[in-house]
């Protein structure tokens, strides 16, 4: 058998440049989305400043969603139909998660939700620190949307 050498480009050095310049976006963008440092310890990962905006984010994400979605459903007991209920429900929660995303994305990574934590910490992209604390200010954002949602609704009815 011959062997045989594909040309593709009529410039090599053009080629490699190329490549080379689509790696470095690629390790650019790696950079972004994953801010993480797992190999951090545990006691100089609970010191950083990055660490604590991440879980009050995460907090803060977790309410924001909770409430305005739960706050899209609580229509259904005031006497609107069934179609507007669901009509608004999806249109809040697909708007309400693009924006969180989009603004919660470079701080946390904006999981917003404990399955997507469990998830990154399955696959090893967050420490387990991180995973516990993500997931208690998760839930704990979640209540306090729904008991401030609860008291909202409750009041005016």
Known sequence: MASETIHIG???NMDYQMVAQIVEG???EQKTLAPFNARLNMHTEVRTLTFWRAIISECLAS???VFIVCGAAAGAGIGASVSSVLLSTSLASGLTIAVLTHCFLHISGAHINPAVTLACF???LISPLRTAMYIAAQLGGGIAGAALLYGYVFEKL
């Open 26 to 28: 690629l390790r650019k």
């Open 63 to 65: 309410f924001i969603y």
């Open 122 to 124: 399955v696959t090893r």
């Open 10 to 12: 009529g410039d090599q």
